[in-house]
């Protein structure tokens, strides 16, 4: 892939130039706030972009407001993001619309290594790749009157693996199950959300956003 960087720890930033260099992906620019991302998208065509959300000059937000831009300006450069905390807010707002390569990682999650870079390649596909502390923390804080406090703990293991981007049969795998047991969770948790009526892949969308939403 071609790949754009934005994050404003030079040895942060240096470090994954380098690893995505040794995995044969190409990095245009490497660069430490959100304006200049936005002008390096503006003078080439990235196939992804990776960017932190806190950079300068305030620190708060800035990234984000970088990565919405992209999504608004170019829909088709994809866009994953990188924050130290679980950023409710910002992570809904990123996927208010089509969730469609597009990713939301913790940073700790870029220590192992393997795992950032399936993140990078999913949400290059055009899947999804969100960190599972981002699904997991408004699982955890549902209320008996949401929809998402019916899933069983075997229902919003599924959900939390879907919103990773994995693939039915990528979730048996980690589940140690069968891929019809998967289904029968995935079918359920549908039915609990109200997404009973909709058909094919597209269900996933709505549900990892009610999720996230949440």
Do not use: W
Request: proline share 4%.
């Amino acid at each position: 892939m071609r790949v754009m960087l934005a994050e404003d720890s030079a040895l942060l930033r240096e470090g994954l130039v380098r690893l995505l260099k040794e995995e044969g992906h190409g990095v245009l620019a490497a660069v430490g706030d959100a304006d200049a991302l936005l002008e390096a998208v503006d003078g080439e065509s990235p196939d992804a972009v990776v960017v932190d959300v806190r950079m300068p000059p305030t620190h708060t937000d800035e990234g984000l407001r970088a990565a919405l831009e992209i999504r608004l300006r170019r829909p088709e450069v994809k866009v994953l993001v990188l924050s130290q905390h679980v950023e409710k807010k910002y992570a809904t707002e990123l996927m208010s619309g089509s969730i469609d390569g597009v990713g939301y990682l913790l940073k700790d999650r870029v220590a192992q290594v393997g795992d950032f870079l399936d993140a990078l390649e999913r949400v290059g596909e055009g899947g999804t790749a969100f960190d599972p502390e981002v699904v997991r923390r408004p699982l955890a804080r549902t209320s008996r009157a949401d929809p998402l406090a019916r899933l069983t703990a075997r229902e919003r293991q599924v959900l939390e693996l879907m919103a990773q981007g994995l693939t039915n049969a990528s979730i048996a795998q980690s589940m140690h199950v069968s891929q019809s047991a998967v289904e029968k969770h995935v079918n359920a948790l549908f039915d609990k959300l109200a997404l009973s009526h909709t058909t094919g892949y597209s269900r996933r969308v709505p549900a990892i956003l009610r999720c996230l939403g949440s």
